[in-house]
């Protein structure tokens, strides 16, 4: 599967296919996901019939001209959650000595 040359996230277009590790298509970039200001990729939302879904940045093998290529197979793909339109927001408990996830997105 040729998906064209690597290319940053920081150019990456919406409307991008996004494929399962096996090339079937799961949808398209709906949105990047990012910290610009300290150059951190968070990963994507992806449009797909289902709705909006996340993907986490450690979830994408390659981010081509062609297309972004998951480390998923269609199963898992197929089962991503959904975007809850936020950036993940945690709360620290000293009670329980870690942290927990609190809402937000991804």
Known sequence: MDLGLPISYQVLPAGT???AAGGERVGTVGKVL???????????VVVTERGPR????EQIAEICEG???LTLDASA???LPADRGGPPAYDADPADG??????GGG
Do not use: K
Request: hydrophobic share 55%; no cysteine; aromatic share 10%.
């Open 77 to 79: 793909a197929a089962a």
């Open 34 to 44: 990012a910290v610009d200001e300290v150059d951190v990729f968070d990963g994507l």
């Open 98 to 103: 870690g942290w927990r996830p609190e809402g």
């Open 67 to 69: 297309g972004v290529l």
């Open 54 to 57: 996340f993907v986490d940045a």
């Open 17 to 19: 296919p996004v494929l």
